[in-house]
Protein backbone atom coordinates (compact mmCIF):
# COMPACT_ATOMS: atom_id res chain seq x y z
CA UNK A 1 0.00 0.00 0.00
CA UNK A 2 1.02 3.60 -0.59
CA UNK A 3 0.98 6.00 1.97
CA UNK A 4 -1.74 8.76 0.94
CA UNK A 5 -0.24 12.60 0.72
CA UNK A 6 -2.29 14.62 2.62
CA UNK A 7 -2.27 18.16 1.96
CA UNK A 8 -2.40 20.34 5.46
CA UNK A 9 -4.74 22.76 5.10
CA UNK A 10 -3.67 26.36 5.42
CA UNK A 11 -4.32 28.05 8.73
CA UNK A 12 -3.63 31.35 9.65
CA UNK A 13 -1.96 30.35 13.08
CA UNK A 14 0.65 28.57 10.95
CA UNK A 15 2.37 32.03 9.83
CA UNK A 16 4.93 33.10 12.22
CA UNK A 17 4.11 35.37 14.43
CA UNK A 18 6.52 37.90 13.10
CA UNK A 19 5.51 39.21 9.67
CA UNK A 20 2.45 38.30 7.95
CA UNK A 21 0.99 36.66 10.85
CA UNK A 22 -1.39 39.18 12.16
CA UNK A 23 -2.39 40.49 9.10
CA UNK A 24 -3.03 36.85 7.68
CA UNK A 25 -5.00 36.03 11.26
CA UNK A 26 -7.21 39.60 10.61
CA UNK A 27 -8.13 38.12 7.73
CA UNK A 28 -9.35 34.71 8.64
CA UNK A 29 -11.53 36.12 11.58
CA UNK A 30 -12.95 38.08 8.56
CA UNK A 31 -13.63 35.66 6.96
CA UNK A 32 -14.44 32.29 8.95
CA UNK A 33 -16.92 34.89 10.10
CA UNK A 34 -18.62 36.39 6.86
CA UNK A 35 -19.15 32.84 6.28
CA UNK A 36 -20.74 31.68 9.37
CA UNK A 37 -23.10 34.22 9.37
CA UNK A 38 -24.10 33.69 5.59
CA UNK A 39 -24.55 29.83 6.32
CA UNK A 40 -26.74 30.75 8.83
CA UNK A 41 -28.50 33.45 6.93
CA UNK A 42 -29.48 31.40 4.02
CA UNK A 43 -31.21 28.87 6.64
CA UNK A 44 -34.14 31.45 6.27
CA UNK A 45 -33.34 33.29 3.15
CA UNK A 46 -30.89 33.42 0.12
CA UNK A 47 -28.84 36.20 0.66
CA UNK A 48 -25.13 37.45 0.71
CA UNK A 49 -23.49 39.36 3.66
CA UNK A 50 -23.12 42.45 1.91
CA UNK A 51 -26.76 42.36 0.99
CA UNK A 52 -27.50 41.57 5.13
CA UNK A 53 -25.19 44.62 5.96
CA UNK A 54 -27.18 46.93 3.87
CA UNK A 55 -30.32 45.89 5.07
CA UNK A 56 -29.11 46.35 8.90
CA UNK A 57 -27.90 49.80 7.58
CA UNK A 58 -31.22 50.80 6.24
CA UNK A 59 -33.02 49.45 9.08
CA UNK A 60 -30.56 52.04 11.23
CA UNK A 61 -30.90 54.95 8.42
CA UNK A 62 -33.06 54.43 5.82
CA UNK A 63 -33.09 56.59 2.22
CA UNK A 64 -29.34 56.98 1.86
CA UNK A 65 -27.72 57.11 -1.63
CA UNK A 66 -25.85 54.27 -2.70
CA UNK A 67 -22.52 56.40 -2.06
CA UNK A 68 -23.34 56.61 1.82
CA UNK A 69 -24.15 53.00 1.87
CA UNK A 70 -21.18 51.87 0.51
CA UNK A 71 -19.29 54.32 2.77
CA UNK A 72 -20.90 52.99 5.96
CA UNK A 73 -20.31 48.99 4.85
CA UNK A 74 -16.85 49.77 3.44
CA UNK A 75 -17.37 48.80 0.30
CA UNK A 76 -16.95 49.94 -3.73
CA UNK A 77 -19.83 51.88 -5.06
CA UNK A 78 -19.93 49.45 -8.05
CA UNK A 79 -19.76 46.41 -5.77
CA UNK A 80 -23.08 48.58 -3.85
CA UNK A 81 -24.50 49.18 -6.94
CA UNK A 82 -24.83 45.23 -8.20
CA UNK A 83 -25.79 44.26 -4.73
CA UNK A 84 -28.48 46.99 -5.03
CA UNK A 85 -30.18 45.46 -8.38
CA UNK A 86 -30.28 42.30 -7.11
CA UNK A 87 -31.73 43.31 -3.74
CA UNK A 88 -34.31 45.39 -6.00
CA UNK A 89 -35.02 42.34 -8.21
CA UNK A 90 -36.23 40.74 -5.00
CA UNK A 91 -38.22 43.08 -3.85
CA UNK A 92 -36.34 43.96 -0.64
CA UNK A 93 -35.36 47.94 -1.77
CA UNK A 94 -36.29 50.60 -3.48
CA UNK A 95 -34.77 53.36 -5.41
CA UNK A 96 -36.56 56.67 -5.46
CA UNK A 97 -35.06 59.95 -6.87
CA UNK A 98 -34.12 62.92 -4.29
CA UNK A 99 -35.80 65.62 -4.45
CA UNK A 100 -33.20 68.08 -3.61
CA UNK A 101 -30.52 66.74 -5.93
CA UNK A 102 -32.45 65.28 -8.77
CA UNK A 103 -28.71 63.13 -9.97
CA UNK A 104 -28.93 61.03 -6.47
CA UNK A 105 -31.02 58.15 -6.19
CA UNK A 106 -32.06 57.05 -2.49
CA UNK A 107 -32.21 53.66 -1.03
CA UNK A 108 -34.98 52.62 0.81
CA UNK A 109 -36.22 49.30 2.60
CA UNK A 110 -39.74 47.51 1.18
CA UNK A 111 -41.53 45.92 3.61
CA UNK A 112 -40.49 42.96 2.63
CA UNK A 113 -36.67 44.50 3.07
CA UNK A 114 -37.69 45.29 6.35
CA UNK A 115 -38.66 42.46 7.38
CA UNK A 116 -35.65 40.55 6.92
CA UNK A 117 -34.65 42.65 10.25
CA UNK A 118 -35.83 39.68 11.72
CA UNK A 119 -32.72 38.09 11.26
CA UNK A 120 -30.38 40.18 13.14
CA UNK A 121 -30.55 38.26 16.55
CA UNK A 122 -29.15 35.08 14.37
CA UNK A 123 -26.69 37.30 13.01
CA UNK A 124 -25.75 38.64 16.57
CA UNK A 125 -25.44 34.65 17.63
CA UNK A 126 -22.84 34.13 15.37
CA UNK A 127 -20.89 37.07 16.46
CA UNK A 128 -21.53 35.75 20.26
CA UNK A 129 -20.05 32.54 19.03
CA UNK A 130 -16.44 34.24 17.84
CA UNK A 131 -15.75 35.91 21.18
CA UNK A 132 -17.09 33.05 23.34
CA UNK A 133 -14.62 32.18 25.68
CA UNK A 134 -12.38 34.96 25.27
CA UNK A 135 -11.88 36.89 28.41
CA UNK A 136 -13.84 40.25 28.56
CA UNK A 137 -10.14 42.68 28.60
CA UNK A 138 -9.09 40.68 25.84
CA UNK A 139 -11.58 41.54 23.77
CA UNK A 140 -10.96 45.34 25.14
CA UNK A 141 -7.78 44.70 23.95
CA UNK A 142 -7.88 43.53 20.87
CA UNK A 143 -10.16 45.82 19.69
CA UNK A 144 -8.21 49.27 20.97
CA UNK A 145 -5.21 47.72 19.49
CA UNK A 146 -7.02 47.05 15.94
CA UNK A 147 -8.63 50.58 16.10
CA UNK A 148 -4.67 52.22 16.73
CA UNK A 149 -3.45 50.18 13.64
CA UNK A 150 -6.66 51.44 11.64
CA UNK A 151 -5.44 55.32 12.75
CA UNK A 152 -1.98 54.42 12.07
CA UNK A 153 -2.50 53.23 8.64
CA UNK A 154 -5.17 55.86 7.96
CA UNK A 155 -2.25 58.19 8.72
CA UNK A 156 0.32 56.78 6.84
CA UNK A 157 -1.93 56.87 3.75
CA UNK A 158 -3.27 60.36 4.13
CA UNK A 159 0.71 61.52 4.44
CA UNK A 160 1.18 59.55 1.18
CA UNK A 161 -1.82 60.88 -0.33
CA UNK A 162 -0.52 64.53 0.64
CA UNK A 163 2.78 64.41 -0.22
CA UNK A 164 3.86 63.19 3.35
CA UNK A 165 2.06 65.92 5.53
CA UNK A 166 -0.95 63.91 7.27
CA UNK A 167 -4.15 66.22 7.57
CA UNK A 168 -5.79 66.58 11.48
CA UNK A 169 -9.23 63.78 11.26
CA UNK A 170 -9.80 60.64 10.00
CA UNK A 171 -10.05 59.67 6.47
CA UNK A 172 -13.82 58.21 5.70
CA UNK A 173 -14.44 55.21 3.26
CA UNK A 174 -14.97 57.65 0.56
CA UNK A 175 -11.38 59.43 0.97
CA UNK A 176 -9.81 56.08 2.00
CA UNK A 177 -10.96 54.46 -1.12
CA UNK A 178 -9.58 56.95 -3.51
CA UNK A 179 -6.07 56.35 -1.82
CA UNK A 180 -4.08 54.27 -4.28
CA UNK A 181 -2.59 51.71 -2.05
CA UNK A 182 -5.83 51.69 -0.07
CA UNK A 183 -7.98 50.69 -3.12
CA UNK A 184 -10.04 47.61 -2.65
CA UNK A 185 -9.70 45.59 -5.54
CA UNK A 186 -13.21 44.61 -7.33
CA UNK A 187 -15.09 42.18 -5.62
CA UNK A 188 -18.50 40.72 -6.85
CA UNK A 189 -21.49 41.61 -4.12
CA UNK A 190 -24.20 39.03 -5.28
Request: aromatic share 6%; net charge positive; proline share 4%.
Amino acid sequence: MSAKTVTKRFEPWDVPTQGRGLRYLVRFVNRAYTKLVEAELRKHVDITYAQWSFIRVLCEKDGLSQRELSDRNGLMENTTFVALNLMQARGWVRRQRDTVDKRRWLIYLTPEGRALSRLHLLVEKTARLAIEDVPPETIVAVRQGLRQMLGNLETALEKRANGGVAKIGKLTPRKRARLPALRKPKRRAA
